[in-house]
């Protein structure tokens, strides 16, 4: 799925079929991906979030981001 918000805000939350989430370039602030467990591929370059929360991701095995975006398991 490639999404180009309109906002600085993405929320996708109670997404569960959710495997693949391109949202790269966009200057988004927050990333709300809550309740999607089958995430399996995030690229979520050059965007502003600080850091993201992958502790409920057991499936995510691709993953792009900023090099400043600090990542939590």
């Known amino acids: 799925m490639r999404v180009q918000p309109t906002h ?7 997404t569960p079929n959710l495997e693949k989430l391109r949202c790269e370039d ?6 709300a991906l ?3 467990p089958n995430l399996k591929a ?3 370059s ?3 979030p ?3 929360d992958l502790s409920n991701y057991p499936k995510l095995y691709d993953l792009k981001r900023d090099n ?3 990542i939590s398991r």
Do not use: P, R
Not at 8 to 14: E, G, I, P, V
Not at 26 to 31: D, E, I, S, V, Y
């Open 8 to 14: 600085h805000t993405l929320d996708l939350s109670h």
């Open 26 to 31: 966009n200057k988004l602030a927050t990333l």
């Open 34 to 36: 809550t309740h999607t």
């Open 42 to 44: 995030l690229d979520c």
């Open 46 to 48: 050059d965007n502003k």
């Open 50 to 52: 600080t850091t993201l």
């Open 68 to 70: 400043t975006v600090k």
